[in-house]
């Protein structure tokens, strides 16, 4: 980060390092639900440059720079290796962190996220919503966050969409593009995951919108993960939807890494 560029980043509790990285659109308060239920470890809870408090350097291009944005902060806070938790976007930055530098990642979770680049019909959608984003910002939030709920729940988060999508639109319409560029033009990184010498788990729910079960199982395939998890009639956003049964599914991951 830049001297002019300030990075808000929250640091709870004692033990086993954990970062936890949100998602697009997001903060680190979602992980909120985490943080009072595994007293035994030491949460690193960045907002992502442009997201919550952080801003966002110029020179802020790719996948890697919010990469090594997460690996300052572990070196920063002298941490030499962390169990990181990345949700979509945070997956993905965990993905390049773990390809830049594996051995700072004790274990990974993909929590509702993917290893795999952006397909061509999905990098189309970004550089429409990149087209949008610019003269109907308000509009782009609300659909996108409304999105990430199952079909038949919208209605009952309705409330909830409203809430996050105000906290999204205090971000700004360059910022926003800026994010949908960087992860249209991500790199797949199931390989960086297969041939890991730390363990994988996966955490994601069968209604996602975002990411259909079809092709979560062929990645299941060519990642061999050592965790994986299908929470039913789940979304995107289980942090909110089913917050006591994803924590219990959390637990489990913990202890499959011998961390409880």
Request: one cysteine or more.
């Amino acid at each position: 980060m830049s001297e002019e560029a300030s990075l808000n980043v929250d640091v709870v509790g004692h033990g086993a390092p954990t970062l936890l990285i949100h998602g697009f659109l997001e903060k680190g308060s979602m992980w909120d639900f985490l943080l009072e239920r595994f007293p035994d470890r030491q949460y690193i809870v960045p907002d992502l440059p442009g997201h919550g408090s952080s801003d966002m350097p110029e020179d802020f291009n790719s996948m890697g720079s919010l990469a090594d944005v997460c690996l300052d902060i572990l070196d920063a806070l002298e941490v030499v290796k962390a169990d990181i938790i990345g949700h979509s976007l945070g997956g993905y930055v965990a993905c390049e962190l773990a390809h830049r530098a594996p051995e700072r990642v004790g274990s990974l979770m993909m929590y509702h996220s993917t290893s795999c680049e952006d397909a061509e019909v999905k990098k189309a959608l970004r550089d429409r919503a990149m087209e949008m984003v610019k003269t109907h910002k308000t509009h782009y939030t609300r659909s996108m966050i409304g999105g990430l709920f199952p079909e038949n729940k919208k209605a009952s988060y309705e409330a909830l969409v409203m809430q996050l999508s105000e906290e999204a639109n205090e971000m700004s319409s360059e910022v926003i593009a800026r994010h949908l560029k960087i992860m249209r033009d991500r790199n797949d990184h199931q390989e960086t995951l297969n041939t890991a010498s730390f363990p994988v788990g996966y955490l994601l729910g069968n209604a996602d919108p975002r990411l259909p079960m079809d092709s979560m199982d062929q990645e299941k395939t060519r990642v061999n993960p050592s965790f994986w998890t299908v929470m039913d009639q789940t979304g995107h956003m289980s942090q909110f939807e089913e917050p006591n049964m994803a924590t219990q599914h959390m637990i489990q991951w913990f202890k499959s890494i011998g961390g409880l």
